[in-house]
């Protein structure tokens, strides 16, 4: 595979992640809570959740700066959350859960940008 085609699959990737997480963020609770997973952290799925938002959009869009693809993925987790307060009736919004998403997605792009860094020399951006 070309570098043009895996930075197309990672934000193909990318949008999917976020699709999902918005979906399961819209989901109501009551049918999410059948599935009895007493070993499930809220606070971790939604750190790992946004954890791999930032890392799939700090692969697919390499060039863009950093700070700009946390807030893309904070944004998005920021907006998930309003979501839940202002269209559900069973799910609420949480500042813990938006810390969460932030800190997920931080650690997310910090890993991105390393593994781009290591593994791209320098001037191969460029053949894309």
């Not at 959740?49 to 930032?54: C, D, P």
Request: proline letters at 4%.
């Amino acid at each position: 595979m070309t570098r043009t085609h895996w930075r197309t699959l990672w934000r193909l990737l990318a949008v999917l992640a976020i699709a999902l997480i918005w979906i399961g963020s819209l989901w109501p609770a009551d049918e999410l809570r059948q599935f009895d997973m007493p070993w499930f952290n809220d606070k971790a799925g939604h750190f790992l959740g946004y954890l791999t938002v930032a890392l799939l959009l700090a692969l697919g869009w390499r060039q863009s700066p950093p700070w700009l693809l946390w807030l893309i993925a904070t944004l998005s987790g920021g907006l998930a959350e309003l979501a839940q307060g202002y269209l559900t009736a069973t799910r609420s919004m949480e500042w813990l859960d938006l810390a969460a998403n932030a800190g997920g997605a931080l650690l997310g792009i910090i890993i991105g940008v390393s593994w781009c860094r290591l593994v791209m020399p320098s001037g191969a951006e460029a053949e894309n």
